[in-house]
Nanobody, 126 residues
């Protein structure tokens, strides 16, 4: 299983970015996909999850109404459209695949099947 994020960068407050997570090594829909982020000195936190087969989505309260997660079966990619970005959105954004994300958008416990990408940096300037 391999997950590769792209699309990060530097943007001004109020701007937009679209992150991509290219997944390979498993059949589309076999795992739920989640986006998480980690800012310097802070714990990793969930951003959003999607169950690709039924398109059920979950969002953290802090991004609800601003971010949209979607998936593309043809390319086996998951996207995170981020609008109205704020400086507090600055973090490394990581995508992850796990059976857990189909039913629960939370970081899987140690030992639970999970795969993580390397992350992409998002910096929002004020």
């Amino acid at each position: 299983v391999q997950l590769v994020e792209s699309g990060g960068g530097l943007v001004q407050s109020g701007g937009s970015l679209r992150l991509s997570c290219a997944a390979s090594g498993f059949v589309y829909g076999a795992y739920g996909i989640g986006w998480f982020r980690q800012a310097p000195g802070k714990a990793r936190e969930r951003v959003s999850c999607i169950s690709p087969l039924d398109q059920i989505t979950v969002y953290a309260d802090s991004v609800k109404g601003r971010f949209t997660i979607s998936s593309d079966k043809a390319t086996n990619k998951v996207y995170l459209q981020m609008n109205r970005l704020k400086p507090e959105d600055t973090a490394v954004y990581l995508c992850a695949a796990s059976p857990m994300f189909v039913s629960s958008c939370r970081e899987p416990p140690e030992g639970y099947p999970q795969f993580w990408g390397q992350g992409t940096q998002v910096t929002v300037s004020s």
